[in-house]
């Protein structure tokens, strides 16, 4: 599990050059009120701190806050708003904690003043699509960024999930959306991708998608984001998405043992002690 990529060995994010030769815990924050596993948990500003600190102290990596859900079917949010819900919180981790934040945003000028209040890598589920300005963004404040797939919106995407190859198609998606953010300015080493588990893709594809993990990190270092899902939740029978751990969890330790540089969670303690045990038995 801690063989990576030899091209792959840390990603620069602003200052900071986070090292890739072990799998990175990214712990979730939503800043929101409509979430799909935990929405409403953590919108209260001084709720939404506490929780990042108590993921920081159970091992994160990385913290990716954001301030828009992005579940199917749920409306845009302002960007005023969106700002309103994430920067405060952004603000006062970075004034107590120097965990690197990431803002999971699919707008240019959230991502932007995220970056300026302490922000140092933008996570974006429309790389480039969803705002042409966000390649401006990435490449003058030297943010690192994910690149994750989506077809449509989060407003449509369920429908649009007709693939001939799906694997085939989004490593190719994901190349080109590579390519572009070269052409843009931006490094290399400034860039992660997801295939965007969940996100346009119905069960059979997130798997087969899953299964190709190893294939992946050959176009850029990985991030794989399944935490509570959906499609979980119809692979194991199980509605209530915090009620997922163990099958988040499997796939995230599984995912790194196939060359994933990052897993995005919500259990950020269980995922880290999973890791931990698999590493020291493999060593």
Not at 181 to 191: C, D, H, S, T, Y
């Amino acid at each position: 599990m801690d063989e990576r990529s030899v091209q792959f060995r840390e990603w620069q994010c602003r200052e900071r050059r986070l090292p890739l030769t072990r799998p990175l815990v990214m712990g979730i924050v939503n800043v929101t009120p409509d979430s799909f596993s935990d929405g409403g948990k953590w919108f209260d500003e001084e709720r939404a701190v506490a929780h990042a600190l108590e993921l920081v102290e159970e091992g994160a990596d990385i913290l990716d806050i954001g301030g828009e859900s992005t579940q199917r079917g749920i409306a845009p949010v302002s960007e005023d708003e969106e700002c309103r819900r994430v920067l405060p919180v952004i603000r006062r981790v970075t004034a107590v904690s120097d965990v690197p934040i990431s803002v999971d945003t699919r707008n240019a000028a959230v991502a932007r003043e995220a970056v300026a209040v302490g922000a140092c890598i933008v996570n974006d589920v429309m790389p480039f699509a969803g705002d042409v300005a966000m390649a401006a963004v990435v490449r003058e404040t030297g943010a690192g960024m994910v690149a994750m797939h989506m077809r449509g919106t989060p407003q449509d995407m369920a429908g649009l999930t007709g693939y001939d190859d799906v694997v085939g198609e989004v490593e190719e998606e994901l190349r080109k959306a590579l390519v572009f953010a070269a052409e843009q300015g931006i490094a290399a080493g400034q860039m992660v991708i997801d295939p965007g588990i969940g996100f346009a893709k119905d069960t059979a594809q997130n798997v087969a998608l899953l299964a190709a993990t190893e294939r992946f990190t050959r176009l850029a270092p990985v991030l794989i984001g399944v935490s509570r899902k959906r499609f979980i939740g119809e692979l194991c029978n199980e509605p209530v998405p915090t009620e997922r751990v163990g099958g988040s969890v499997g796939i995230a330790v599984w995912c790194a043992m196939h060359g994933a540089a990052v897993v995005r969670v919500h259990d950020v303690k269980a995922t880290r002690q999973a890791l931990t045990v698999v590493q020291a038995l493999m060593a």
